[in-house]
Each structure stands twice: as C-alpha cells, then as structure tokens.
C-alpha cells in the first residue's frame, strides 16, 4: 500500500515538473509562471535606487 502512494506521489511530481517545462519551452518570454510579471514592458518601468547601484 505504502509503494502505491509514493507512485502517485512521484507521478504528481512528474507531471507537475513536466508541465512548468513544457511551459516555459512555449512561453514567448520564457517564463514559466504565466503570470505576466516578468514581460519586457514591466521591466522597462523599474529603476534601481541610488544607494542599490553598487
């Protein structure tokens, strides 16, 4: 019984780690979120402050 359960557990895994890179492969800008916070415009609008730039 307990040999069922970590195969389900290690197929759910699977699945899982498949699916975030199977995502990222498709994704136009490579990232495997889709939540759109990594896109080249929103990029754009963030500066470093002074103090942070060494």
Avoid: W
Wanted: net charge positive; hydrophobic share 35%.
């Amino acid at each position: 019984m307990q040999e069922i359960i970590i195969g389900i557990l290690f197929l759910a895994a699977l699945f899982f780690m498949g699916r975030k890179v199977y995502r990222q492969y498709k994704a136009k800008d490579s990232c495997a979120t889709g939540c759109e916070k990594c896109s080249p415009s929103s990029n754009k609008d963030f500066k470093l402050p002074e103090h942070l730039k060494n």
